[in-house]
């Protein structure tokens, strides 16, 4: 029989609720007041002249696409290398496979500011200039280990004797691939994927040491705080972020359900 | 016309593991033919190189008079029903059935025709649009036989397949395969642990022991005439006498039903006197537990009047015929 939660647990819960998620309604209710110099509480008056402001802005409308850009290709990367890594330790035994899963969650697990600076390091070593494709070689070092993750345990639940049974009936790798595997770690790469497209979407750590004078969203949000004037327009853009990092994760989290397949979701640093 | 299956000297080790250790055989065009052994004894492996899923570390394969140890499964005129049938759960029965076909490019209605024809004759016609989840651990095992057959090999591997189905159903199904492996005339490898199951279907048996076979004979001989006493005490049940004990040089195999049972001590040839530890009455039958010196015997008869007190002396007597002769050391 399911036990019921006592009155102080539930308020405790309700609290903690609050507390994580109340600055996200100020952040909504910001993006509606009419005063743009200081966030005077309560708002003065409430307006939604922000929200066409806000899709005037070239500056941003610059940022989003990159971002965008960045978090598409990073996310693509992952898929690739994330499946391939997921494919050859769940199939072969081999010297260092602990290694190499300690090597897979290492970016994931360090602190950003760490990853930042080894890869600049790297880049600068290699002569590579800070641009589009460092950010994005930056973010998928922490983006495989999400696809890595769900997919390997995907293959670990559904086993080998299917792609045997398929080789058996006449399919080659390749229609094997087609038919049998892709089919069934469908689910679990669009759930990798969606959780490293929000990662990489709202990384500013990585960026910031990875980037030359590119601004992906979450670099103009800061850059947007120093400025005295149109603070609702910064507000206005998180409300989008919001919705366009959510919803994925929401659906991630849908089509994967019934099964323990969301690794990785979290991301210290 | 060639074999079925030859395996010249093959071999097939896993690091230090000689899961198959230099195994010569011939599987004949027609025949049902099984692998016995305990787990572990190599038949699964030697299976599964016939099917192209491992590599044999020597020796070769030949299907049909064509070497084939090195060609990928897709290769090979052969198709294999898994242990845990393996079944595509994101496709329907239907699908399923038919994949082979598909992978071939065989047009839709004239794959779907010949699927729902092998449907019906593993008896689940109307079964097309379920998917596996939705079906029976008996059905499921009947969509992994279509699936197999769909493309008409002339060699089918079946590795345990009746494994997971309880005792009744399993007992249906040996009758049915047996059945259908008739109707086809196609060759049947078929690998199991269980040897009254061995025994029942087969023309002939190979029982595996540490990677070699021990042992291949029809089930007749097999029971009748075990060479080792690995055989005779896995295929049946056996009492291994020392020579010693009945004046004999060497080792012998004597089966329970061979045996008689009578109440006290009497001298002779052919008899060894004992004490009645048990007596289990199974019905048509009644199994008894012997201590002879040492040693534990069984024999079982035929039920009738005579009772017999637990821990009184008997005597088991033997016709000479009775006693096998095992090969001592390999």
């Known amino acids: ?68 850009q960045v978090a598409g290709m990073a996310t693509f990367i992952a898929l690739v290398l994330g499946t391939m890594v997921a494919a050859a330790m769940y199939r072969f035994q081999f010297r260092g496979k602990d ?38 070689i930056g973010h998928a070092t922490f983006c495989i280990v999400t696809v890595y993750n769900n997919v390997v345990a995907r293959f670990r639940r559904t086993g080998y004797s299917q792609v045997e049974a398929s080789m058996d009936l006449g399919a080659d790798w390749f229609r094997t691939w087609r038919f049998v ?31 030359a004078d590119q601004k992906t969203l979450p670099i103009w949000f800061l850059n947007e705080l120093f400025r005295p004037r149109e603070r609702p327009v910064t507000n206005v853009v998180a409300v989008f972020v919001m919705l366009i990092t959510f919803l994925p994760i929401v659906l991630a989290q849908w089509l994967t359900r019934d099964t323990d397949d969301l690794h990785g979701g979290g991301k210290t640093s | 016309m060639s074999n079925a299956v030859e395996l010249i000297n093959l071999s097939c080790h896993f690091g230090p593991v000689r899961a198959v250790d230099g195994v ?17 004894s190599g038949k699964t492996t030697c ?9 044999p570390s020597a020796g070769a394969i030949r299907l049909f008079g064509q070497d084939a140890g090195r060609l990928p499964p897709y290769a090979r005129d052969v198709n294999t029903v898994f ?35 092998m449907l019906e004759q593993v008896k689940l016609a109307g079964f097309g649009d379920r998917r596996p989840g939705q079906l029976s651990g008996g059905q499921r095992q009947r969509v992994a036989l279509a699936r197999a057959l769909i493309n008409q090999p002339k060699l089918l591997l079946l590795d345990e397949p009746l494994g997971a189905l309880d005792l009744k159903l399993r007992e249906e199904m040996q009758i049915e395969l047996k059945a259908l492996q008739r109707s ?147």
């Open chain 2, 184 to 330: 086809l005339g196609i060759t049947f490898i078929y690998v199991t642990h269980d040897q009254s199951e061995a025994l029942s279907m087969s023309d002939r048996v190979a029982v595996f022991n540490q990677g070699r076979i021990e042992q291949l004979d029809t089930p007749k001989r097999l029971y009748e005439y075990p060479r080792t006493e690995f055989v005779a005490r896995f295929v049946g049940s056996a009492n291994v006498l020392e020579g010693s004990a009945i004046g004999l040089e060497g080792k012998y195999a004597l089966r329970p039903e061979r045996i008689r049972v009578q109440a006290g001590h009497h001298g002779g040839p052919n008899c060894l006197a004992g004490e009645l530890l048990d007596v289990h009455y199974l019905g048509s039958q009644t199994r008894y537990e012997v201590r002879v010196g040492n040693q534990r015997l069984t024999a079982i008869a035929s039920s009738d009047e005579q009772e017999l007190p637990i821990g009184g002396p008997v005597t088991l007597g033997w016709e000479p015929s009775a006693l096998r002769e095992l090969e001592v050391a390999r």
């Open chain 2, 83 to 117: 242990q845990d049938y393996a079944l595509f759960p994101h496709m329907n029965v239907r699908d399923n059935v038919a994949y082979a076909l598909m992978v071939r490019g065989v047009g839709r209605a004239e794959r779907y025709r010949r699927a729902e024809e």
């Open chain 2, 47 to 55: 299976l599964r190189l016939i099917g192209g899923f491992e590599q």
């Open chain 1, 1 to 68: 029989m399911p036990n019921k939660p006592s009155l102080g647990l539930r308020l405790a819960f309700w609290a903690g609720m609050l507390f994580l998620h109340f600055p996200i309604v100020i952040i909504v209710l910001y993006a509606l007041t009419t005063e743009d110099r200081t966030y005077r509480f309560p708002p003065p008056g409430l307006t939604l002249k922000w929200f066409g402001e806000a899709l005037e802005r070239q500056d941003m409308w610059r940022a989003l696409l990159l971002s965008l």
């Open chain 1, 181 to 211: 595997v892709l089919p069934s770690i469908a689910t679990a790469l669009l759930a990798g994927g969606m959780l490293s497209f929000a990662l990489s979407f709202d990384e500013v750590i990585v960026t910031t040491f990875t980037a």
């Open chain 2, 24 to 40: 010569d055989l011939e599987v004949r065009p027609g025949e049902f033919f099984s692998m016995l052994g305990p787990s572990g």
């Open chain 1, 99 to 136: 290694a190499i899963t300690l090597l897979l969650i290492l970016p994931i697990a360090l602190p950003g500011i760490l990853t930042g600076i080894a890869l600049l390091t790297t880049f600068k070593r290699l002569a590579l200039e800070p641009g589009f494709w460092t950010i994005v």
